[in-house]
């Protein structure tokens, strides 16, 4: 069983990728780099956390799209 992220993460994960749909990718540590730049929040846990969902929805994506 997964772990339960915050409505926070999910809610601003959702509209990093739904503004910049193009630059994220499936790759954690350079999501991780876009986000550091994109929030404006001290705690790295969070931006840690919001990195990893994103890395997580846009490989849900490309896996419902048959990409890789």
């Known amino acids: 069983m997964g772990r339960v992220k915050t ?7 959702r509209s990093l990728l739904e503004k910049y749909p ?3 990718t ?3 540590e350079k999501n991780k780099q ?4 994109m929030v404006a929040s001290d705690s790295k846990k969070l931006k840690d956390q919001i990195a990893g969902y994103i890395t ?8 419902k799209t048959g990409k890789e």
């Not at 997580?56 to 896996?63: A, E, W």
């Open 56 to 63: 997580h929805l846009v490989r849900l994506q490309s896996q």
């Open 34 to 37: 876009l986000v550091n730049r």
């Open 22 to 24: 193009s630059l994220f």
């Open 7 to 13: 409505g926070i993460v999910k809610r601003i994960s």
């Open 26 to 28: 499936a790759d954690y």
